[in-house]
C-alpha cells in the first residue's frame, strides 16, 4: 500500500522558513509527480508545487514563486518543500499527494494518494 508521512509543520513568525518532509512508501515512484497542496477553512485545497519524480520538472503556483522550492531525494523516497519568506496568509494545512502520470496537473483530482498533512501557521 502506498503511504505518503508528512511532518516539518509548525508555527513560525513571518519572515521565517519552514522545511516540509513527505517521506512516501509502498511501491517505486519512478514515472510518478509529487505534488504539495494546502488548505485553509472553508477553502478548496490548493496547489502549491509539484515535481516529477524521475526529471525533476518543477511547477510552482503564483503565489509561493520564488519563496519555496520543491526538491526530491531518490535515495530516501522523500520530497521536500522548503518554504521561505513565510506570510502569514501561507498558514494551512499542508499535504503530500502523489500521482501516477508524471505530467503536470494542479488539480487534485488527478493525484491517487495522499497523506494526512501537516500544520504550517505563521504568525504575524
Known amino acids: 500500500q502506498v503511504q505518503l508521512v508528512e511532518s516539518g509543520g509548525g508555527l513560525v513568525q513571518a519572515g521565517g522558513s519552514l522545511r516540509l518532509s513527505c517521506a512516501a512508501s509502498?511501491?517505486?515512484?519512478?514515472?510518478?509527480?509529487m505534488g504539495w497542496f494546502r488548505r485553509t477553512p472553508g477553502k478548496e485545497r490548493e496547489f502549491v508545487a509539484s515535481?516529477?519524480?524521475?526529471?525533476?520538472?518543477?511547477y510552482y503556483a503564483d503565489s509561493v514563486k520564488g519563496r519555496f522550492t520543491i526538491t526530491r531525494d531518490n535515495a530516501k523516497n522523500t520530497v521536500y518543500l522548503r518554504m521561505n519568506s513565510l506570510k502569514t496568509e501561507d498558514t494551512a494545512i499542508y499535504y503530500c499527494?502523489?500521482?501516477?502520470?508524471?505530467?503536470?496537473?494542479?488539480?487534485?483530482?488527478?493525484?491517487?494518494?495522499w497523506g494526512q498533512g501537516t500544520q504550517v501557521t505563521v504568525s504575524s
Open positions: 499527494a502523489a500521482r501516477y502520470s508524471g505530467g503536470y496537473t494542479s488539480r487534485p483530482d488527478g493525484y491517487n494518494y
Open positions: 515535481i516529477n519524480w524521475s526529471y525533476g520538472n518543477t
Open positions: 509502498g511501491r517505486t515512484f519512478s514515472g510518478y509527480a
